[in-house]
């Protein structure tokens, strides 16, 4: 991108619109930044007014204010791998893929919101949350189900789980007409990483955001390469080398404005992500270096609009438009020379009404349009075109100690390909979803909860149209989902723990009509996407989190999560020799068990964090054999941090150490991460 288009696209991203939120509680005890400032004896948690409260019978887990900052994490994947119940993929790298999965569900059945409208992908269904940082995020909420909420667009009652993404809005104190808040970040790798954020009150009901962010990194880092031959147990490698092609350089511009109007407010968006990155690839057959590279350019510009038209009716209007392009080089003609682009557009048309039939009684129906489309220059590529109608009928009953959520979905696709005039469609009639909490105590906090849900996820333009594996008579993918649960809390004025919170999750997902590729005849080396695949996945999730005032200066914030899942792969396959060795494996990547410990301690302007993350025992195949076998791995991260008060800014410096004791470990087989490094990052806001 040359200088002229950079500077043109940034006062376009300046111009273009941005977000809106509810007015906030503003309370004598409020905490700081999510944390409880230490003047205060009594911690409350943040409290969002925007009419009714909302009881949350959904389970969710949540990370904001210090909690989230105090975390060793460049993008919003480091930060979600400390909840309870997901795995990511990760392929090693600053600049490397990382999707996320819940629940063992598969990466397509998560949604991803970005300031309540969902990141879309219809190639092929994934969402690299690498490309989304942390700097300009309020807090990011897991969902698993949907949001305890039925004031929402149709597509938030589509996913098997939710991510939900705030970003910061603009808080003025003092009677200030501006914030300003510069970040810079140094460290392994050979990073740098500044970042801009600029909040400006145009007037009483509006004001402006623009926050713009640039990533380099040459990605080089040095790793420890092992292997063992399965059955002769026998040493086929062990050396030490230096991970190449891992090089980033990616610019990330936002923009926006919020805006308030009688009874509602609304808010638009614009959101631009340019990146070159290298592809290190799979360290296979002695090949220690690959040339791959990979350019991306995603734009986006959305807007929302909320007002109560009535005390008893509110509407919610959510527009959004995406164009998203991506090139893809091989050079090594040794493999086969590749020199694609794919092109994908996406808009967006979303109408919420909600009523308030009583008191205790809402009801609500949503409709949204959608449409997709994609472009390449493959020869003899069919470009396809997709046409999404859902509508979304939901309520919410709260009887006091009963608390009662259900929503229906129905869903219709039509697509078409260029050069063909015959359409397929496919209609979903009911994709039905029960929640329910019961408070059996009325002065405990405990909470017994429990929902059944059942979704599904159109299979991709990938799995439908890719050249030769592709299968345009696939059917949607199916889950069902079973939940039940409980969470209690309670907080303390006198005692050193000042409030703690216990949750815990037993579930079982059944998973239908799965993707998977399979050999096309008696060969293997043609294949095709079909609907085969079945999965069962049986689990419990456990969470806890206590803050505790050790002294009146020290205040300790710890966060533990654990999980258990038993992942089976029931697919019956056309290779019964392979189906003997697959049929009830524990599915691949999917560990018996895993879990995390978050601690973050402050005394007076120091701060300190640890965070832990475990993942045990699991195979890269369904085939569970002794060659497919993955060892367990954990790494623990450290930051330590001071603040600095002056009269006219603020500052803070953090050193982080990333993976403390060099632990050496893959994610994804042959994809080696980093062992130990570090990272300086300081933070000036005025």
């Known amino acids: 991108m040359n200088s002229l288009k950079l500077i043109l696209l940034s006062l376009i991203v300046v111009i273009l619109p941005v977000t809106v939120y509810s007015a906030r509680a503003v309370t004598s005890l409020q905490p700081v930044d999510g944390m409880m400032n230490l003047a205060d004896s009594l911690y409350l948690p943040e409290v969002v007014v925007s009419a009714k409260a909302n009881k949350e019978i959904i389970p969710a887990q949540k990370l904001s204010g210090n909690e989230l900052k105090g975390l060793n994490s460049l993008s919003i994947a480091d930060a979600i791998r400390y909840f309870s119940g997901v795995q990511i993929k990760d392929y090693g790298g600053i600049g490397g893929l990382k999707t996320v999965d819940i629940r063992s569900m598969g990466s397509n059945h998560m949604g991803v919101f970005y300031d309540g409208i969902e990141l879309g992908n219809a190639q092929n269904g994934q969402i690299d949350l690498g490309k989304y940082s942390l700097d300009n995020l309020e807090s990011v909420t897991l969902y698993n189900g949907q949001k305890s909420e039925i004031f929402q667009s149709a597509r938030d009652f589509g996913s098997s789980g939710s991510i939900y993404l705030r970003t910061r809005y603009p808080r003025f104190e003092n009677d200030k007409n501006y914030n300003l808040r510069g970040i810079l970040r140094s460290g392994s790798f050979g990073l740098i990483n500044p970042s801009l954020l600029w909040e400006q009150k145009l007037s009483s009901s509006l004001s402006a955001t623009f926050n713009t962010e640039w990533i380099s990194a040459n990605g080089k880092y040095a790793y420890r390469y092992k292997r063992i031959h399965p059955v002769t147990h026998e040493l086929v490698y062990d050396t030490t080398a230096t991970r190449e092609n891992g090089d980033m350089n990616a610019l990330r511009l936002e923009g926006g404005l919020h805006g308030f109007v009688p009874s509602g407010n609304w808010n638009l968006k614009a959101y631009f992500y340019s990146s070159e990155r290298g592809i290190p690839g799979a360290i296979v057959n002695n090949v220690w270096k690959r040339s791959q590279r990979q350019w991306d350019k995603n734009f986006f ?91 979304a009928a939901a309520t919410a009953a709260d009887f006091d100690k009963v608390t009662l959520q259900g929503s229906i979905l129905s869903s219709w696709v039509i697509e078409s390909v260029a050069g063909n005039k015959q359409k397929r469609s ?117 969470s806890a989190s206590a803050i505790l005032e050790v002294h009146r200066e020290w205040l300790l914030n710890l966060r533990i999560t654990y999980t258990y899942q038993q992942a089976r792969d029931l697919t019956r396959r056309p290779n019964k020799e392979l189906e003997k060795i697959t049929y009830g494996g524990q599915i691949a990547y999917i560990p018996w068990h895993n879990g995390s410990l978050v601690a973050g301690l402050q005394y007076r302007l120091w701060q300190l964090n640890y965070s832990f993350i475990y993942v045990g025992e699991r195979y890269r195949s369904s085939a569970n054999t002794p060659e497919n076998y993955e060892q367990p791995w954990y790494t623990s991260d450290l930051s330590l941090s001071r603040s600095f008060t002056h009269d006219r800014f603020d500052s803070k410096l953090t050193l982080e150490v990333n993976n403390l004791f060099s632990q050496d470990y893959e994610v994804v087989l042959n994809y080696p991460m980093p062992k130990r490094n570090y990272k300086l990052t300081l933070t000036v806001e005025i």
């Open 426 to 542: 496919v209609q979903k009639q009911l994709s039905p979803a029960l929640f329910l909490n019961y408070k059996p105590l009325d002065s405990h906090n405990l909470n017994i909860r429990a929902f059944y849900k059942q979704s599904f996820r159109m299979p991709t333009f990938n799995d439908l149209y890719y050249t030769d594996i592709g299968n345009a008579d696939l059917d949607p993918e199916e889950s069902y989902q079973y939940n039940l649960g409980a969470a209690y809390d309670k907080s303390f004025r006198q005692l050193v723990i000042r409030h703690w919170e216990i949750k815990a999750d037993a579930y079982l997902n059944r998973v239908t009509n799965k993707i998977i590729a399979v050999p096309k005849g008696n060969g293997m080396y043609r294949w095709m996407m079909t609907n085969l695949g079945q999965a069962e996945i049986k689990g419990v999730d456990l």
């Open 301 to 391: 510009t959305q807007g929302s609009f909320r007002k109560s038209i009535s005390p008893r009716y509110d509407i919610l209007v959510n527009a959004k438009y995406a164009h998203d392009r991506m090139r893809y080089l091989n050079p090594d003609t040794t493999l086969m020379y590749i020199d694609n682009s794919f092109t994908q557009q996406e808009a967006y048309l979303s109408l919420v009404n909600k009523f308030a039939l009583l008191s205790n009684w809402d009801i609500s129906l949503a409709a949204d349009w959608q449409w997709n489309g994609l472009q390449s220059d493959i020869d003899g590529f069919r470009e396809p075109t997709r046409y999404n109608t859902l509508i």
